[in-house]
């Protein structure tokens, strides 16, 4: 007996994926077809899918579990169980206007037309806020819509918004945080499960063991809102005020794994005087 796991095939989740597995000594045997491969050294049966084809898979016992998105989860709707949050993947589904737009809240989204990959979870948002829109699905770049004339607004995924900004786009609302989920089919076998339950074990004392740093910047106030989603795992940094008016300071802690790639995104959005300084223990 095996558990059949689906992966990304190719894409934003498949690395952070393979190395889950491997950092829970999980070995894949190589040279074999991507399309299926199995573990040497755990019970263990690799599929490599499209992101929006887990769900279906998993729901239909096609694969026992998998790793999929929570916006790709939320959006498709089908009846699998979440089992554990893998805290890579990290990025937000947000509503994006033209950057020369006066945006209040979202009665601005009155009767405009949005443009989306995500009609499902834009029709929730929206009837959430008692809004009338005119939603328009589209397959990809749905960055470009509102400077072709096509769109008013856009809701799609974000990490670092420079994308948004590239196409003159600002970021003003948030309709999901999203991050990698662990999915489970809702009839798995005693012995399926307890080959998860060893899986999961697994999983979750990599998390713990997984380097996390502890991280001191300064920061705009006007920038805070940005820079704090950049930060991840953490509901609410600690955020003080700096004498220098204007300014506050942003403690935080840090996956070592998202390490640089924070860094980078954080001086971008107008942090300053980084640090970052080892934690000894963390008892949690
Ligand atoms: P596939 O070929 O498997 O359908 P895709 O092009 O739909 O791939 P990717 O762009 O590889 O998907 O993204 C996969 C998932 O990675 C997303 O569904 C989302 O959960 C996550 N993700 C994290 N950050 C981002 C981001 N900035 N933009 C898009 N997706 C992101
Ligand atoms: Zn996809």
Redesign the pocket.
């Known amino acids: 007996m095996k558990l059949k796991i689906a992966i990304?095939?190719?894409?934003?989740?498949?690395d952070d994926s393979v190395k889950l597995l491997k950092d829970c000594g999980i070995d894949l045997k190589n040279g074999v077809n991507k399309l299926r491969t199995e573990s040497d050294n755990f019970p263990m049966e690799i599929y490599f899918?499209?992101?929006?084809d887990i769900p279906q898979y998993v729901e239909d016992a096609v694969a026992d579990i998998g790793i999929?998105?929570?916006?790709?989860l939320y959006e498709n709707c089908k009846q699998v169980d979440i089992v554990e949050h893998l805290g890579f993947?990290?990025?937000r589904l947000s509503v994006a206007v033209g950057r020369g737009e006066q945006y209040t809240d979202v009665t601005y989204l009155q009767g405009k037309r949005i443009a989306t990959t995500y009609p499902t979870l834009v029709r929730q948002f929206l009837a959430k806020n008692k809004v009338e829109a005119d939603i328009h699905e589209i397959s990809g770049s749905v960055e470009i819509a509102p400077g072709i004339g096509l769109a008013n607004a856009i809701v799609d995924?974000?990490?670092?918004g420079s994308?948004l900004f590239m196409n003159g786009l600002k970021e003003v609302e948030t309709v999901l945080q999203?991050?990698?989920v662990l999915v489970r089919n809702k009839n798995l076998s005693d012995e399926q499960q307890t080959i998860l339950d060893k899986f999961l074990f697994r999983i979750r004392a990599v998390k713990r063991a997984r380097n996390t740093k502890y991280i001191l910047l300064n920061a705009p106030n006007d920038k805070l809102k940005d820079i704090i989603a950049l930060l991840p795992g953490m509901k609410s940094p600690t955020v003080l005020p700096l004498a220098e008016a204007g300014w506050s300071s942003v403690h935080s802690v840090l996956n070592e794994n998202d390490f640089w790639d924070i860094i980078e995104r954080l001086k971008d959005a107008g942090a300053q005087g980084i640090l970052v300084v080892p934690i000894e223990k963390m008892i949690i």
Do not use: F, M, W
């Open positions: 990304q095939k190719s894409g934003r989740l498949y899918l499209r992101d929006d999929v998105g929570e916006n790709v993947g990290k990025c995924l974000v990490s670092s994308t999203s991050q990698a």
